[in-house]
């Protein structure tokens, strides 16, 4: 990567706050402290399990094929792109809510001709915006490095975690579906009805209200630019729906997929990214 930095004006017109830069707690949300936060790298973190530690449920050739080539894939594209436009970029979370806004960084190095061009250009109002292929590859590409990321921290293997939600998640959970068996009866109904690739959200928004949903391909809650308004908000459970998550062992089943699923869930993390989301909005 190169070591281009954005202008401060650049910064506030492509808006991305700091507050945008964390999806997820790491301090329980009920010991009476502020939730840490953490987003996302631009590399992958290991995974915090062997292979082969979410069997039976998923099985590991599976899970490593997606980990070191697909999600693998997506961040060195993510990486390529980023470089060519001398993008410089520690949280991968701060690109999602302004893609189609993102400025042109200023180029370190340019040549006494294009220096010439540009002192001799009429002047431009606001910042000159990415080019649109650039912010297509960042919403794949990004979006795939993320939703991934985030998918591994929410899973554990079948007996390192409880079985449902707990504390102040639950509460929210019961408080919108009624039980939790009812939310993941809808949840995974949204899942198996989703057309085609892309993922299932539970989604923690502004307003304070949990939404299940679904988007296609890779885009993400946070996307402004591409989700709809009730839809938009931060992750606090997220489910892999791409056919190469689960065709290995399950064929065309999606419904035995997620049923299977719900055993390596990571309940703890679903409460620290309950506790994020709603310190977050000030909740």
Known sequence: MHAALLSRRELLAAGLPAMLSAVFAVDNDDNGKPPARLGVPLYQEPLPFDWDALEPYMDGKTLRTHFEGYHARHLRDLQKTLDEVELAVSDVVSLMPCIRSLPQPSKTRQSLLQLSLAASAPERRGPQLLPEDVQ?????????????????????????????????????????????????????????????????????????????????????????DFVAWQDHGRAILLLDLWDHSYQARYKNNRRKYVDAWWNVVNWTFVSKAHAIAKNVYGH
């Not at 707990?166 to 899942?191: P, S, V």
């Not at 989703?194 to 928004?205: I, Q």
């Open 136 to 224: 297509n590859r960042i919403r794949v590409c990004g979006g795939a490095h993320l939703n991934h990321t985030a998918f591994w921290r929410f899973l554990t293997p079948p007996d390192k975690s409880p079985m449902g939600p707990m504390g102040k998640a639950a509460k929210a959970i019961e408080d919108e579906f009624g039980t939790i068996q009812e939310f993941k009866d809808a949840f995974t109904e949204a899942a198996v009805n989703h057309d085609g690739p892309g993922w299932a959200w539970l989604v923690y928004r502004p307003d304070g209200k949990l939404v299940i949903t679904t988007t296609r391909n890779e885009d993400n809650p946070l996307m402004k």
